[in-house]
């Protein structure tokens, strides 16, 4: 490998470490913000902006929002600056955020760098079943596309900021991974225990936000393409 490139790989791993370092301490003061109204005697703490990136489907409806009534969501302000951040990332950067910002991404990586490290193998599924388990996604993507996208009114979107639950969202959020149900519990476990073996697992064949960057990316004027004369 060229210096160039190194140098880039490095750089890289530098990126994700400091958002994965950004992320926890983000998580902890959030969790010490929580504490203190749970229980007053805990001391006061400060809400970090930055977990409201962990609500793209919030980021979504307050985008699609300021776009018909140029108003922020005013109740997360991040979560719509964080996810049309992303989204711009996809035009000039391609799948830039998912290998380089994402911190679940990033995680899913060292997962299963691991795995091969253990394994000595990398798995790679047939291209049957690698196109057929990619579809999740773009349907998951899809179903959000027209719930908010398509079937949502500013008005239907400013009622939903308005109400309880999602003033709290980012709360109930941080009380899920607190507190998982079996499920959500047995789901993370699967998906973790996949991911050893199988590459970026959940990015490549779950995760909606990742389709609608990569469906973004195409439209890049970065992209590269192949001259069939050439090469």
């Not at 793209?56 to 979560?79: C, E, S, V």
């Not at 991974?177 to 959500?184: C, K, N, R, T, V």
Request: charged share 15%.
């Amino acid at each position: 490998m060229d210096y160039p490139r190194r140098q880039i790989k490095w750089t890289r791993y530098a990126v994700q470490v400091a958002v994965l370092a950004i992320c926890a301490w983000a998580g902890w003061q959030f969790y010490h913000f929580v504490l203190h109204y749970a229980h007053p005697s805990a001391p006061p703490g400060v809400r970090p902006p930055s977990v409201e990136g962990f609500l793209p489907i919030g980021g979504f409806m307050a985008l699609k929002y300021f776009l018909l009534t140029r108003i922020i969501d005013p109740i997360h302000p991040a979560g719509f600056i964080i996810f049309a951040g992303a989204l711009l990332t996809a035009l000039f950067a391609r799948k830039g955020f998912c290998s380089w910002v994402c911190p679940v991404g990033s995680l899913s990586e060292y997962a299963w760098r691991l795995g091969r490290k253990i394994t000595g193998r990398v798995w790679r599924l047939p291209k049957w079943a690698d196109y057929t388990l990619m579809s999740p996604k773009y349907l998951i993507m899809g179903a959000f596309f027209f719930v908010i996208g398509i079937t949502m009114t500013p008005t239907m979107i400013l009622m939903f900021f308005i109400q309880d639950y999602y003033k709290i969202v980012d709360v109930k959020m941080l009380m899920f991974f607190l507190d998982p149900s079996m499920l959500a519990a047995s789901v993370v476990i699967a998906l973790t225990a996949t991911s050893l073996f199988v590459p970026n697992f959940w990015c490549r064949y779950l995760c909606p936000y990742g389709a609608l960057l990569g469906l973004l990316a195409y439209a890049s004027p970065l992209k590269v393409s192949r001259n069939p004369e050439a090469c």
